[in-house]
């Protein structure tokens, strides 16, 4: 089973995925976060992306899936979807040197999953916005990739098979969780049995 945990910044989701592993400990996380490679190379990154920067951490995030093998469970920090979101957001703002051909190169590398737990801002369930030295904290910019995001779920759901971004064959499910600690670990309990395997 490969799991990632996705969403804009600042919603929670390595606590979320501390919360899961304590849950579902048969699972395994990346050897190496994203972050660390943007703190060890002092990488540009959210707003000041780059290509450079985006292939990278694309390809770091690849690399550290196929560290997996195919009957391990994984559950990672992020995944290439979420890469390619912050891409468009600097291609869709024309910021820095991202285009429709750097788009175009890394829409085929999204997707390698079984499921994508996506937390979503939501007035039910707000998170405060956290400094920790690496994550963006502009509320305007943080919203904006959250509707990214949203745009994405809804091509997944209502054009599935028929969107640029997964596979007709092969595309993960993309499920919302939200709340607090305790809701967000309950809602994947509907979709997961006790060894981490789809209900």
Request: charged content about 30%; proline content about 5%; glycine content about 6%.
């Amino acid at each position: 089973m490969r799991i990632a945990i996705s969403g804009t910044g600042n919603q929670g989701k390595s606590t979320l995925i501390n919360d899961f592993l304590q849950e579902w400990p048969n699972f395994k996380t990346e050897s190496s976060t994203y972050r660390a490679k943007l703190v060890a190379e002092k990488l540009p990154h959210s707003k000041a992306a780059t290509k450079d920067t985006q292939w990278k951490i694309l390809n770091h995030m690849i690399d550290e899936m196929q560290t997996f093998g195919s009957e391990d469970n994984i559950i990672m920090d992020r995944c290439p979807i979420d890469n390619l979101i912050y891409s468009l957001w600097c291609f869709e703002k024309g910021i820095g040197d991202i285009d429709k051909e750097f788009i175009d190169k890394c829409i085929p590398l999204v997707c390698d999953l079984d499921i994508i737990f996506f937390i979503p801002i939501t007035k039910a369930a707000p998170v405060a916005i956290e400094e920790d030295g690496v994550r963006e904290t502009d509320e305007v910019y943080i919203k904006e990739i959250d509707n990214i995001f949203k745009m994405i779920g809804a091509q997944h759901h209502e054009n599935n098979g028929r969107n640029p971004f997964f596979p007709k064959d092969d595309a993960p499910g993309w499920i919302e969780v939200f709340g607090d600690r305790q809701t967000r670990v309950a809602m994947i309990k509907q979709y997961l049995d006790a060894d981490g395997d789809l209900i």
